[in-house]
T-cell receptor, first 112, second 114 residues
Framework: GDSVTQMEGPVTLSEEAFLTINCTYT??????LFWYVQYPGEGLQLLLK?????DKGSNKGFEATYRKETTSFHLEKGSVQVSDSAVYFC???????????FGGGTRLMVKP | KAGVTQTPRYLIKTRGQQVTLSCSPI?????VSWYQQTPGQGLQFLFE???????NKGNFPGRFSGRQFSNSRSEMNVSTLELGDSALYLC?????????????FGEGSRLTVL
């Protein structure tokens, strides 16, 4: 079946540091890929998405590129802020409706 | 525009009891999905409803059930509660069923089973 693997956290960075959170997937066909973010005490929010190979999703300074050859969708941000502290989830939708397969989540902690 | 509303936010039950959780989607959204979030298993899909019909179901026992009403509000029910059912239950709504992955999540209902 489909699966998503993320790097384990927590990831601790200083403000303005560069962020990479790795995400790889296993799926048949051509899934759509997503990053969701969960701030403390809140539900998940869609951060960005990409629907086909080589697409780059971007939002709020975050970027991720759909790499079919490496089955990856790594999340990057050039300069993190304390307010980016949250749990980040990589997910895929393999044309199965709104039935997303999520990775385990990566907690990011940004220190001033 | 109001977001996805889930009630109750917190509840405590004992083994063997049953529980009903409610979800009101964003106005105009007709698809409602439910997910279970636990530290051990992460986020797992429970089921999705669209126009009062269950479209997809995850790999959960029959104790987990749900329904959707004509106003798109949804409920999920867990019968004969087990300790392992303790989790954050998240509801998500979407404009339409299928293939967008653009879900809007509520804050969840945190269930503790003693």
């Amino acid at each position: 079946g489909d699966s998503v693997t993320q790097m384990e956290g927590p990831v601790t960075l200083s403000e303005e540091a560069f962020l990479t959170i790795n995400c790889t997937y296993t799926a048949t066909g051509y899934p759509s890929l997503f990053w969701y973010v969960q701030y403390p005490g809140e539900g998940l929010q869609l951060l960005l998405k990409a629907t086909k190979a080589d697409d780059k999703g971007s939002n709020k300074g975050f970027e991720a590129t759909y790499r079919k050859e490496t089955t990856s969708f790594h999340l990057e941000k050039g300069s993190v802020q304390v307010s980016d502290s949250a749990v980040y989830f990589c997910a895929l939708d393999n044309n199965a409706g709104n039935m997303l397969t999520f990775g385990g989540g990566t907690r990011l902690m940004v220190k001033p | 525009k109001a977001g996805v509303t889930q009630t109750p936010r917190y509840l405590i039950k004992t083994r063997g009891q049953q529980v009903t959780l409610s979800c009101s989607p964003i106005s105009g959204h007709r698809s409602v999905s439910w997910y279970q979030q636990t530290p051990g298993q992460g986020l797992q899909f429970l089921f999705e409803y669209f126009s009062e019909t269950q479209r997809n179901k995850g790999n959960f026992p029959g104790r987990f059930s749900g329904r959707q009403f004509s106003n798109s509000r949804s409920e999920m029910n867990v019968s004969t509660l087990e300790l392992g059912d303790s989790a954050l239950y998240l509801c998500a709504s979407s404009l339409k069923a299928g293939n967008t992955g653009e879900l809007f999540f509520g804050e969840g209902s945190r269930l503790t089973v003693l």
